[in-house]
């Protein structure tokens, strides 16, 4: 055991106190009460490090699942094609646009509505009257010119600022200028008319500057799936529902002189939503291995720094609670009030088996709630939820048995008589009643697998189903997604969050114990080094004037004043 104190060395041997060395000795068994502090500082710094790491990889997968959840993200988004991209080339499609094929023949383009004013022989030529115009149906604008007359180019200013809808420019070429006129809508609906027209060029003998119509508006001419239609412009727009397509030019003719229909063909994005739900599934395993890494040792035997956390377990209960959601296969409409007094009936079938009627009228509850508790108290084999989101409410249904066999059948006649009578019509958004439909399985480390191949059979079989599972009223996604935004770092109340904050608390109490102790010891540092400094300046003067002898003072027994008495040291023991 170390000795803790002053080391006066040898008494002959002329040296001092070793006053660093002390002070040093000293100081570091002051600082031992530091180290459990330390000690508990580091370990709530390495935790710390694993929350943030933990944080970064929960949002990562969140914006995941987000993504597929978006209504106007990559579940929206098409594929499409033109058998002949010089008569039609696909621009757009909207979530809206249905997967399939379409058969478009062009008849002829759309036109827009132009003409010009007689020609002058300078544009600067001096102008004078007024001309009345109109776009279609709407309303006429006249154009007056000033009582000492204009140009071709005060004139063309005055229209455009009219709010006429015709654009006019100024067309000159080697035999002089004239006025161009073009409407600003497109088609039938957008013929310009000129319903009076005293325009006259005063510098040259007050010719008369009249209209003349070049090209006449009309539509374009298209049959679609059998069915002729028109557009007003050469830009289509939903004459495929949420489709949008350029046409270039009528449509060739064959042998017979007849139109070769084009095919038009419309697809899911098949391939980027694979590859979304697979990144998901990736940022998922690569979540749920950080969080077993925190379950054991790391490589030199310690605990690692969760280690038995109640964190940890909580956000493992979290994911596989949202991972093991049940996904619903339809809703009835949305209500703003689930107290509203309900009427009528509804009948569920789930796949081949009987059909359960339910009347509002025999419950003694006629809300949602009582119609959800009628349902699931049934012989059905099907279960009901109210769902309150957004200040909505709504019932949902999910079979209890996968696959088609629990397909549901459902026809609801039930009324919110409390809402002007509103039927809540029903709409079944999936049959896909977990993961596992997506071919989506756990693993036994907590991990999930996914078949590409099954998945894209899914894609391809019933995509709809699968846009359901993620952003259907209380789906699998809707769920997860709200699991994971509650659970990370980005909220207030997410369990990382909270970690982190109760972390910081402690850290900040810790290093202001640290603080205070460092200067408690700073100060007594400082104190113990003065002292120690002057006791060994009385000690170096007193072995320098009697090195052999100890020297020290006290009363003359004969008078009141001291004196020193130099004794051998023997004579002192």
């Known amino acids: 055991m170390g000795t803790v104190g002053p080391s006066f060395g040898s008494p002959t041997s002329g040296a001092g106190l070793d006053v660093s060395a002390t002070v040093s000795s000293i100081v ?19 935790q710390d ?34 058998s002949d991209t010089n008569v039609v080339e696909l621009t757009a499609a909207t979530s809206a646009a249905m997967a399939g094929s379409h058969s478009v023949i062009v008849n002829s383009l759309a036109k827009t509505s132009s003409g010009y004013l007689t020609e002058v022989a300078s544009a600067s030529d001096n102008l004078t009257g007024a001309i009345t115009l109109q776009v279609g149906n709407g309303t006429t604008h006249t154009i007056t010119l000033p009582t000492g007359g204009g140009t071709l180019s005060s004139l063309a200013s005055s229209i455009n600022s009219s709010g ?6 100024i067309l000159t070429d ?12 497109s088609g039938g609906a957008g013929n310009i008319t000129v319903t009076s027209n005293s325009l006259a060029d005063s510098s040259n003998g007050n010719a008369p500057l009249s209209y003349k119509s070049t090209v006449t508006g009309v539509d374009a001419s298209l049959n679609i799936d059998g069915v002729d239609l028109a557009s007003p412009s050469n830009t289509a727009t939903n004459l495929i529902p949420g489709v949008t397509f350029q046409i270039l030019s009528p449509a060739s003719t064959d042998s017979n002189g007849d139109p070769v229909p084009i095919q038009v063909v419309i697809g899911n994005d098949n391939a980027n939503v694979e590859s979304a739900i697979n990144t998901m599934v990736t940022d998922y395993n690569s979540l749920i291995k950080a969080i077993n890494a925190q379950t054991g040792n790391d490589s030199s035997g310690n605990a690692e720094p969760l280690f038995g956390s109640p964190t940890l377990s909580l956000l493992q209960q979290q994911l596989l609670s949202s991972i093991n959601t049940q996904n619903p296969n339809g809703t009835l409409d949305a209500i703003k009030n689930a107290s509203d007094t309900l009427s009528g009936t ?24 009582g119609l959800a508790s009628a349902i699931n108290a049934a012989s059905i084999d099907a279960t009901a939820k109210v769902v309150t989101n957004n200040g909505l409410s709504t019932l949902t249904l999910l079979s209890r048995t996968a696959g088609s066999a629990g397909a549901l059948s459902v026809t609801s006649n039930i009324v ?16 896909i009643p977990g993961l596992t439909g997506l ?11 996914l078949d590409a191949n099954t998945l894209d059979s899914t894609l391809n079989s019933d995509f709809s189903s699968v846009v359901g599972f993620f952003q259907g009223v209380d789906s699998w996604g809707m769920t997860t997604a709200n699991v994971l935004n509650q659970a990370g770092t980005s909220s207030s109340t997410g369990i990382l969050k909270l970690a982190q904050k109760a972390n910081s608390t402690m850290e900040s109490n810790l290093n202001a114990d640290i603080a205070r102790e460092e200067t408690l010891i700073s100060t007594q540092q400082k ?35 001291s004196h020193n008495d130099h004794r051998p040291r023997s004579q002192t023991q």
């Open 346 to 369: 509804i009948s569920i079938q789930v796949g081949n088996g009987t059909a359960h009627q339910i009347d509002m009228s025999t419950l003694s509850d006629q809300t949602l709630s």
């Open 49 to 82: 490090t694993v929350i943030s790491s933990l944080g970064t990889l929960l949002s990562s997968l969140s914006n995941d699942v987000s993504a597929l959840t978006d209504f106007a993200g990559i579940l929206s988004q098409k594929t499409g094609s033109s």
């Open 439 to 449: 071919s989506i399985n756990m693993n036994n480390d907590g991990t999930i697998s």
């Open 28 to 46: 570091a068994n002051l600082e031992k009460v530091e180290t459990p502090w330390k000690t508990q500082l580091s370990t709530l710094q390495s």
């Open 174 to 185: 080697s035999t002089g200028s004239r006025l161009s006129l073009v409407s600003a809508t």
């Open 527 to 561: 104190n113990l080094t003065t002292e120690l400094n002057k006791a060994n300046e009385i000690l170096r003067l007193c072995r320098r004037s009697c090195p052999a002898w100890i020297c020290f003072t006290r009363p003359s027994p004969a008078t009141t004043r």
């Open 416 to 431: 919110d008589t409390t809402n002007s009578n509103t039927t809540l019509n029903y709409t079944h958004s999936s049959d």
């Open 164 to 169: 006429a809808g015709i654009s006019a420019g």
